[in-house]
């Protein structure tokens, strides 16, 4: 897999020895669409890092200064040229731009590197921080859907169904705006 470069992070494949960090943040996911990621003991994680280092659609965050890995922005193709983009991040790193700082080079690498047209995100409502990062990368907000999907059941074991906001760019629309870049902001290595 390709390497992307800013400058706090490495953006690359997950390794087996990252199952430590990936358990940091997959333990307790912070957004109940990652609920079904939880894992449970280091084992599992090792096993997912292992899994994860086979695609070429995920990105281990890596933060520079500390050399742990603190989220991951992935996804996956819809051929022939859009992707669907999602991120994560281990909640003693939020809020310090790493996550925006991870998806502009990442989103710079598709459009840019894989010649992807279109990106959008699938947001819950009440996932405010992931909606506001969406708006800073220059997405704009497509769709409400409501009741769109269950993360979580009731104590009957029914389903509890969430609200999910669509948010998109096409690549026409990557260097205006919000979401404009200079072209080393990611560097490839």
């Known amino acids: 897999m390709i390497a992307l470069e800013t400058d ?20 307790h996911p912070g957004a109940s669409c990652f609920l079904s990621m939880k894992l449970e003991d280091l084992a599992a994680a090792r096993a997912e890092a292992i899994k994860r280092a086979n695609s070429e659609d995920v990105f281990a965050i890596e933060h520079r200064e500390s050399g ?33 700082e991870a998806a502009r080079a990442v ?25 506001r990062l969406c708006m800073r990368l220059g997405m704009r907000q497509e769709g409400l859907f409501r009741e769109f999907i269950s993360f979580e059941t009731d104590d009957a074991g029914a389903p509890i169904y969430v609200d999910t906001l669509q948010f998109a760019i096409l690549k026409k629309e990557w260097r205006g705006g919000d979401a404009s870049l200079p072209s080393d902001t990611a560097k490839s290595v």
Request: charged share 25%; hydrophobic share 45%.
């Open 8 to 27: 706090r992070l490495v953006l690359r494949g997950f390794r087996e020895r990252d199952a430590e960090d990936l358990f940091a943040y997959l333990q």
């Open 68 to 100: 742990r890995v603190i989220g991951e922005v992935f996804g996956h193709l819809e051929p022939p040229d859009t992707f669907s983009i999602a991120w994560q991040m281990n909640a003693d790193f939020a809020g310090q731009g790493f996550a925006l």
């Open 107 to 131: 989103m710079d690498h598709l459009f840019e590197a894989r010649g992807i047209r279109r990106i959008y995100a699938y947001v819950e409502t009440d996932n405010l921080p992931s909606q």
